[in-house]
């Protein structure tokens, strides 16, 4: 079983900063973009940032140059650091992967979402 497991969200002031990470575990044979997503309540999910497996980064207007993601391709890990947090960042941070997963000679790819991890921001 292949499953995406996030952590480090919570509560900071305005101003502040915090790291989320994701981490994939399970039969892997490669992994291609991985990703954040927020969804603030009574919104939609929304990309906050993606990253390819050779590094390309893509961010969301409203959080460049505040938010930074990375990998560990070696440890099967997605970083999202988030600095000058505002209170409208607040939302719950999901992890997004493009998996294939493992099954020998019928590898299949999969995309796989996280459970969450709140992050809340206070003014």
């Known amino acids: 079983q292949v499953q995406l497991v996030e952590s480090g969200g919570g509560l900071v002031q305005a101003g502040g900063s915090l790291r989320v990470s994701c981490a994939a575990s399970g039969s892997i044979f490669s992994i291609n973009t991985m990703g954040w997503y927020r969804q603030a309540p009574g919104k939609q999910r929304d990309l906050v940032a993606s990253?390819?497996?050779?590094?390309?980064?893509v961010y969301a207007d409203s959080v460049k140059g505040r938010f930074t993601i990375s990998r560990d391709n070696a440890k099967n890990t997605v970083y999202l650091q988030m600095n000058s947090l505002k209170p409208e960042d607040t939302a719950v941070y999901y992890c997004?992967?493009?998996?294939?997963?493992?099954?020998?000679?019928?590898?299949?790819?999969?995309?796989?979402w996280g459970q969450g991890t709140q992050v809340t921001v206070s003014s």
């Open positions: 997004n992967a493009d998996i294939v997963v493992y099954r020998g000679t019928y590898n299949f790819a999969k995309n796989l």
């Open positions: 990253i390819t497996s050779n590094g390309r980064a």
